[in-house]
């Protein structure tokens, strides 16, 4: 009798850690999904001393390359955020960037040509492909 009081002690014991453990680790990986925040970021025409210059959301084909400045915070070390440059619908260029601190300024470009009129936007993904920010602009 006392042999199956421990079992059943035993089997509860171990459900309740398992309840327990569980939603814990979770709870641990969403923070760690959720620490980095975009918290600027914009289309310019250049990035001097690590600061957009000439940011907007519609240009001119007249120019040759535009930029992507995002300004990242809550990095918990060496990590990379994605720039999905997109021209209507279609993906035209994907551009790791690594993020080096707590509060990481980066950037990326693409080289546009008169052929390039239309919507754009930029999806900047953290590394395990979460959406963070998507900026729609203009090229005509």
């Not at 990481?104 to 993904?125: A, C, F, H, N, Q």
């Not at 492909?129 to 005509?140: A, C, N, V």
């Amino acid at each position: 009798m006392k042999s199956n009081q421990y079992f059943i002690s035993l089997v509860l014991f171990t459900c309740l850690l398992t309840a327990i453990a569980v939603p814990c680790s979770g709870q641990e990986n969403e923070a760690v999904k959720t620490d980095i925040v975009i918290e600027d970021a914009v289309i310019c025409r250049d990035v001097v001393d690590r600061e957009p210059v000439g940011a907007g959301d519609v240009f001119s084909t007249d120019l040759t390359k535009l930029m992507c400045f995002t300004r990242v915070t809550g990095s918990k070390g060496n990590t990379e955020i994605l720039h999905n440059w997109y021209f209507g619908d279609k993906l035209v260029a994907g551009i790791p960037l690594h993020v080096g601190s707590t509060n990481w300024r980066t950037y990326s470009s693409k080289k546009i040509t008169p052929m390039d009129s239309g919507e754009w936007k930029v999806e900047i993904l953290s590394q395990d492909e979460t959406m963070l920010k998507r900026i729609y602009f203009i090229i005509e």
